[in-house]
């Protein structure tokens, strides 16, 4: 595949909540080394999320990256106007046999993961989002169960067979483990391996919506022809099943940089749930572009 020769980067907010200092750090890295790259820096608005999605959200993102000192190429992509091309990489990955039906809900499979740990006598199996590892609860069920459950209207996500994906992915990919290739603060190169198996049968596409953040992303980045993702260490572990997805699919890996994270004075992650101050307040504070690069260090 041939990728354009300007470097592209993006960053991707969520409008399920204001900007914070995580985000600002994000995305003046991503200014900083576009600039160094000599290439375009998009924003890309992750607005799948349709029951959190605030347009007033989306206003403030405007607003807070233009007070930052940044500007990026019109127009802006959205992910809820893109729902059919995650449509289309979906039923590829069905149509390779890779995807089944999964109508549990949050509580059947907290039960399930529950049960299993408490008959191994082990601690209940998370994935690298702290999320309970999916207990394959649907793995197996009969086609006549899965139609008559469809045609009684039943809510349902597609996940992924990770067993038939990885070997799906062995056979498309001449080098396994996979890896991603890693840019480091200081331009160096290293190649990271990765192990897309921590997620286990990973929703790809949601209830609701019809895709899920680690397709969407992917599809994204391949149609954006992003070549360089530069995002939080806190999504690093994503990085593998992305990396898988990008195998499945035939798409072109970008190179990544996943950047330290800003931590509040317990050392946590900033969150938009655990109440961080966001731009938006810093901003109606008084405080100006500079203090904020100062705040996060990079100045
Ligand atoms: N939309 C994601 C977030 O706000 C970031 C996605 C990405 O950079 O890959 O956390």
Request: glycine share 6%; aromatic share 6%; with cysteine.
């Amino acid at each position: 595949m041939v990728r354009s020769a300007n470097p592209r980067l993006r960053f991707a907010p969520s409008p399920n909540g204001e900007l914070h200092l995580g985000h600002a750090l994000s995305a003046l890295i991503n200014h900083q080394q576009a600039q160094q790259l000599n290439g375009t820096l998009l924003l890309r608005i992750e607005d799948i999320d349709i029951g959190r999605t605030r347009e007033h959200f989306i206003d403030q993102i405007y607003e807070d990256l233009s007070w930052l000192g940044l500007d990026w190429p019109q127009p802006v992509l959205r992910q809820s106007a893109r729902l059919g091309a995650y449509r289309d990489a979906a039923r590829r990955l069905d149509e390779m046999g890779l995807l089944y039906p999964c109508f549990a809900t949050r509580k059947d499979i907290q039960l399930a993961a529950q049960a299993k740990a408490a008959a191994a006598n082990q601690p209940i199996a998370r994935d690298p989002d702290g999320a309970f590892l999916y207990p394959l609860l649907h793995k197996d069920l009969p086609p006549g169960e899965i139609e008559r459950r469809k045609s009684a209207g039943e809510p349902f996500a597609l996940r992924l067979d990770m067993e038939r994906a990885i070997a799906a992915a062995r056979q498309a990919s001449p080098s396994w483990p996979p890896s991603f290739v890693e840019r480091d603060e200081d331009g160096q190169i290293n190649s990271v391996a990765v192990d897309p198996s921590r997620w286990g049968d990973a929703v790809i596409v949601r209830k609701d919506v019809p895709t899920s953040y680690h397709l969407a992303v992917v599809v994204d980045d391949e149609f954006q022809n992003i070549t360089h993702v530069t995002r939080g260490a806190d999504l690093a572990a994503a990085t593998g099943i992305h990396r898988l997805l990008q195998i499945l699919l035939g798409f072109t890996p970008p190179l990544y940089h996943h950047h330290r994270l800003v931590l509040d004075q317990d050392g946590n992650k900033l969150s938009k749930s655990g109440g961080a101050q966001s731009l938006t307040a810093l901003r109606q504070a008084g405080h100006n572009a500079d203090d904020i690069s100062r705040l996060i260090g990079m100045t």
